[in-house]
């Protein structure tokens, strides 16, 4: 199985900071690296694909990047509404498919 | 607008089984695989098996093969997961979510809203 290893796994942020959150895998996962933000007590919310595609209705300060094993979301300005949990997920090619351990960001 | 709309909570006694609906609307069930996904309490995200509705065909991941069935009436455009043997291991929250597939990539693009399963004797 593919692991997917996220950091850090918590991180203490201000409004209006910039937030980079990693993920690496174990394996090379070409770019099929997919990032989803959940907030206590709701379902995941898919942010990105395939690295770098960013989901209809999803602000822009939201970016992903990375390639082979090494990725990172980054929030350009961190706002109110995006104090929650993120989790990376891969899909290379074979299953199972794997997510990160998470990364919690809260308010400093 | 798509949906996923599932079954409510469930309390089970060890060794029970439970069985989790997905009501799916908006959409062409048949077109969309339909994973399945679990949370217990202040952990990550666990892959659990998915499910191919024009299909039939299943698969689970490795630790849950033997204890897991997934079912679907293509009728009422509804997936089931069943679970077995339960233990306190199991106590989760489990999640359905459509899936996207584009060449080999795969993401969850709808969610469900999340059935809890407690274990407990």
């Known amino acids: 199985d593919i692991q997917m290893t996220q950091s850090p796994s918590s991180l203490s942020a201000s409004i209006g900071d910039r937030v980079t959150i990693t993920c690496r895998a174990s394996?090379?996962?070409?770019?099929?690296l997919n990032w989803y933000q959940q907030e206590p007590g709701k379902a995941p919310k898919l942010l990105i694909s395939?690295?770098?595609n960013l989901q209809s209705g999803v602000p822009s300060r939201f970016s992903g990047s990375g390639s082979g094993t090494d990725f990172t979301l980054t929030i350009s300005s961190l706002q109110p509404e995006d104090f929650a949990t993120y989790y990376c997920q891969q899909s290379y090619y074979t299953l199972p498919l794997t997510f990160g351990g998470g990364t919690k960001v809260e308010i400093k | 607008q798509v949906q996923l709309v599932q079954s409510g909570a469930e309390v089970k006694k060890p060794g029970a089984s439970v069985k989790v609906s997905c009501k799916s609307s908006?959409?062409?069930?048949?077109?969309?695989?339909i994973n399945w996904v679990r949370q217990a309490t202040g952990q990550g995200l666990e892959w659990v098996g998915w499910?191919?509705?024009?299909?039939?065909?299943?698969g689970s991941a490795q630790k849950f093969q033997g204890s897991v069935a997934f079912t679907m009436d293509t009728s009422i455009s509804t997936a089931y997961m069943e679970l077995s043997s339960l233990t306190s291991d199991d106590t989760a929250v489990y999640y359905c979510?459509?899936?996207?597939?584009?060449?080999?990539?795969?993401?969850?693009?709808?969610w469900g809203q999340g059935t809890p399963v407690t274990v407990s004797s």
């Open positions: 499910m191919n509705p024009n299909s039939g065909y299943t």
């Open positions: 394996q090379t996962i070409n770019n099929y």
């Open positions: 908006g959409y062409s069930f048949i077109s969309y695989d």
């Open positions: 979510a459509r899936v996207v597939s584009v060449g080999p990539t795969r993401f969850f693009d709808y």
């Open positions: 395939s690295s770098s």
